[in-house]
């Protein structure tokens, strides 16, 4: 059999051990070299200077401690032409920490869902390769556009939050709240239902934007 041309080596980063595996094994069956996986900040960084990956694939939220991000920052500050790729189950960055979501330069960024066609994780990781600087659209399931605000209140809203403690929280008007809420929701595009409360609406579609929530449960 004629040897699989490498198109990249990769460093893989996840807290799941299933998911490392089956990627290493997808990943190396076409073509890209996965040179070492850990779900460590500390290993991964010590990888990255032994074997010197040409792209770092990180897990957005990888338990307590450093998020992905904080590990694609530290990645791409020990190798600054490192192509890094976000993927996880996330939608948007944002979703996982309002407060940390901004991405080093020319970090891709895939959600889980969109793996069923694994030639789009291989163009990202080639792209990466090629082009580890270049300016990235976020890549999201949908095309809902949150602000900031919006999306730390439907946070808050699936936490359990009501309107007087978000607004306490925030130092804004009860009313200013309600008022995020409804534009929150019309934003997101969700139907009005008389038979689901609003909260428990957007909670749903908070769940349904992790990637931890089936659509139609």
Do not use: W
Request: charged share 20%; hydrophobic share 40%.
């Amino acid at each position: 059999a004629l040897p699989i041309l490498v198109l990249a080596s990769v460093l893989l980063i996840d807290d799941d051990l299933f998911t490392r595996t089956a990627l290493s094994t997808a990943l190396s069956s076409r073509g890209i070299n996965v040179v070492a996986s850990t779900d460590t900040a500390a290993v991964a960084l010590e990888h990255l200077k032994n074997l010197n990956p040409d792209v770092a694939i990180v897990d957005l939220d990888l338990g307590p401690g450093p998020s992905g991000i904080d590990i694609c920052h530290a990645l791409r500050f020990q190798k600054p032409n490192l192509g890094l790729i976000l993927l996880t189950s996330y939608t948007d960055p944002r979703i996982h920490d309002p407060s940390n979501s901004q991405l080093p330069k020319g970090c891709r960024f895939i959600s889980k869902s969109e793996l069923s066609d694994f030639k789009v994780l291989i163009e990202e990781i080639i792209i990466a390769r090629n082009k580890p600087l270049s300016p990235t659209k976020l890549r999201t399931v949908n095309d809902h556009k949150l602000t900031d605000i919006q999306l730390e209140v439907l946070i808050s809203v699936a936490q359990g939050l009501s309107s007087s403690e978000i607004a306490s929280n925030r130092g804004v008007s009860v009313k200013a709240v309600e008022a995020i809420i409804s534009k929150t929701h019309a934003a997101l595009g969700i139907s009005k239902s008389k038979s689901t409360n609003l909260r428990v609406q957007l909670a749903r579609t908070y769940f349904q934007l992790t990637g931890k929530m089936p659509p139609n449960a």
